[in-house]
């Protein structure tokens, strides 16, 4: 694990986001905002947790605390306000991968977790863990999408390599 694949994670990151938003915006307000069986009840609050987990982790990389408390905040109120967000957190996460080295990567993150307690972990594997949290929901988010009219779209890695490399 070298830091080309974390910046091909967060370039894959961005690809299947908007693929994924792509299909929400086609789905009538009634349906993204509906209660659904999921671990944070709704297609819209799923994708603003998503969002709430990048910028509390990315906010431990760079050394700058997110401000965030809690993992089920609703940090924008509709999918046009959370995308242009989505958007951005989606540049800001490769543009700090872009930074990174090998040497970066073979470090320790030294961090607060959402408790206070302090924590020390390789870098590697936090940022696995980010973006492997971000596939995670993301699965979950395509699973309510459909319970929708709109099919969800293929968000499988293999698709964007393909696409990658074109």
């Given at each position: 694990?070298?830091?080309?694949?974390?910046?091909?994670?967060?370039?894959?990151?961005?690809?299947a986001?908007?693929r994924?938003?792509?299909?929400c915006?086609?789905?009538?307000a009634?349906?993204y905002?509906?209660?659904?069986p999921?671990f944070?009840?709704s297609?819209?609050a799923?994708?603003?947790?998503?969002?709430?987990g990048?910028?509390?982790?990315?906010?431990?990389?760079?050394?700058?605390?997110?401000?965030?408390?809690?993992?089920d905040?609703i940090l924008?109120?509709?999918?046009?306000?959370l995308?242009?967000a989505r958007?951005?957190?989606?540049?800001?996460?490769?543009?700090?991968v872009?930074?990174?080295s090998?040497?970066?990567?073979?470090?320790?993150?030294r961090?607060?977790?959402?408790?206070?307690?302090?924590?020390?972990?390789?870098?590697?594997?936090?940022?696995?863990h980010?973006?492997?949290?971000?596939?995670?929901h993301?699965?979950?988010?395509h699973?309510?999408?459909?319970?929708?009219?709109?099919?969800?779209?293929p968000?499988d890695?293999?698709?964007?390599?393909?696409?990658d490399?074109a």
């Amino acid at each position: 694990m070298n830091v080309a694949y974390f910046r091909c994670l967060a370039r894959y990151n961005a690809w299947a986001n908007r693929r994924l938003y792509d299909a929400c915006a086609a789905v009538p307000a009634a349906d993204y905002f509906a209660r659904r069986p999921s671990f944070f009840g709704s297609l819209h609050a799923t994708l603003n947790h998503i969002l709430v987990g990048d910028r509390v982790w990315l906010g431990r990389f760079i050394g700058v605390p997110s401000g965030l408390t809690r993992l089920d905040q609703i940090l924008y109120d509709d999918l046009a306000s959370l995308r242009p967000a989505r958007e951005a957190e989606d540049a800001r996460i490769l543009g700090y991968v872009t930074g990174l080295s090998d040497a970066d990567i073979d470090g320790i993150l030294r961090y607060r977790n959402m408790a206070g307690e302090p924590q020390e972990t390789p870098l590697r594997f936090t940022l696995a863990h980010f973006f492997n949290h971000q596939t995670h929901h993301r699965g979950q988010a395509h699973c309510l999408l459909s319970g929708t009219t709109v099919a969800p779209p293929p968000l499988d890695l293999i698709y964007f390599l393909r696409e990658d490399r074109a």
